[in-house]
């Protein structure tokens, strides 16, 4: 009863948990049909590995990587301790072409839709800073709130000379539409727009990048949120320290690391019991 209620610790034991029921029943039922009309006797045991075999078959299809063990009850101590691997990768910003400059925004929304900010930083080839900004927008969504920090930044590149410009973003929805790889959604339409034609005069490229390259576009977006106000830095030593941090950390080449789980990929971790 105790397997019954409980509630699923990864995905396989989920999957594990939902079949149960359904596999334990119906071969109750083969067995008892057998039992009645054909005069087989019922075996505890044969019901039991049945209900293996096929609990393991469903497992093997869905989860074809794992290693299962024979025994049942090796099997159920070994699924309920299985946890999603981990991918970890190591994530830098880097600097522009000499000639060009580089812009990372980035759009934040405390609630999607709530309280949203944008912020963006325009570096050299040498990954010193030319200019900054943090915005408040007040209520939207965070898609709203990428576009208009992606629009706010090639403004700010255009008004100040930078023409040949690389924009990174960690919203690929946004870059795709930018890119004309999907049609702009309805509510950010007319902002798409306006970036197609700022960007029109000069030499723009727009690519995506993890939020783990995007570190110094992501603090001053908050700071927009928190501050709720706005304000455009020409100076480093105007930012906050912990935006001037993160930025000698890129200037420096030093990494952050993405991590995230591998679907369907598991492993065992023999300090959980």
Known sequence: MNWWLAKG??????????????????????????????NKPMS????IRQVSN?????????????????????????????QLSIHSQAVRWSKPDRGWVKLNVDGCSKGNPG??????????????????????????????????ALL???????????LKVHVESDSMFTVNMINKRMLPSWQIKH??????????????????????????????????VNSQNCAIFNEVVLLPTKVRASMKLDQDGLPNFLFKPRRNNFVINDDIN
């Open 9 to 38: 610790r990864n995905g396989v034991h989920s999957v594990l948990l939902q079949c149960i029921p359904t596999v334990i029943c119906w071969e109750i039922w083969l067995n008892t049909c057998a039992a009645r009309f054909d």
């Open 44 to 47: 505890g045991r044969h019901i």
């Open 54 to 82: 096929y609990l393991t078959l469903i497992l093997r299809c869905q989860f074809p990587n794992l290693q299962l063990p024979q025994l049942w009850i090796d099997k159920c101590q070994y699924v309920e301790k299985l």
């Open 115 to 148: 309280l949203a900010g944008g912020g963006g930083i325009i570096r050299d080839h040498h990954g010193n800073m030319m200019k900054a900004f943090a915005e408040f927008y007040g209520p939207c969504s965070n898609n709203l709130a990428e576009a208009k």
């Open 152 to 162: 706010h930044g090639v403004k700010l590149c255009s008004n100040s000379g930078f």
């Open 191 to 224: 902002i798409i727009e306006q970036i197609w034609e700022v960007t029109s005069t000069g030499d723009f490229k727009f690519t995506h990048t993890f939020r783990e390259g995007n570190t110094v576009a992501d603090q001053l977006a908050n700071l927009g």
